[in-house]
């Protein structure tokens, strides 16, 4: 008979609170190939801080913002950056900009039942 020894990994976790304006940003490689970290994190703090703290859409409007910066605009050279400095993004550009702060206000059963009473009968 044979024995298998498998290994469990036991990983530590920590808990932090996070503010209205802590996000998680992912996108894929037309937006990094583009913007650095840094460009990224000053671009969503400049839409967020223009945003209510309770306004959802800010989130939406910051992924909308680096998906155009990345995408740039059409000039006679090609696409380029909205400073004109480089070529702007070839590639496909998907950005999600999550937030990672408990909204107390929020539960997900009023979700449902929210989404539910939106379904027609």
């Known amino acids: ?12 976790l920590t808990e932090n ?3 209205e304006n802590d996000v998680l940003v992912m996108g894929t490689d037309g937006l990094w190939d583009i913007l650095s970290n840094q460009e990224v994190v000053d671009i969503v703090k400049d839409i967020l801080d223009n945003f209510p703290p309770g306004d959802f859409s800010r989130y939406a ?4 913002e680096l998906v155009m910066q990345a ?5 006679q050279k090609g696409w380029r950056t909205m400073g004109d400095t480089r070529q702007a993004s070839n590639d496909d550009i998907t950005v999600f ?3 990672l702060h408990c909204h107390g206000n929020l539960s997900s059963q009023s979700s449902l039942t929210e989404s539910q009473d939106a379904l027609p009968t």
């Open 17 to 19: 609170e996070h503010t």
């Open 61 to 64: 409007s910051a992924a909308q």
């Open 97 to 99: 900009v999550i937030p």
């Open 71 to 75: 995408r740039g605009v059409l000039k």
């Open 1 to 12: 008979m044979e024995l298998f020894y498998f290994q469990v990994r036991v990983y530590d």
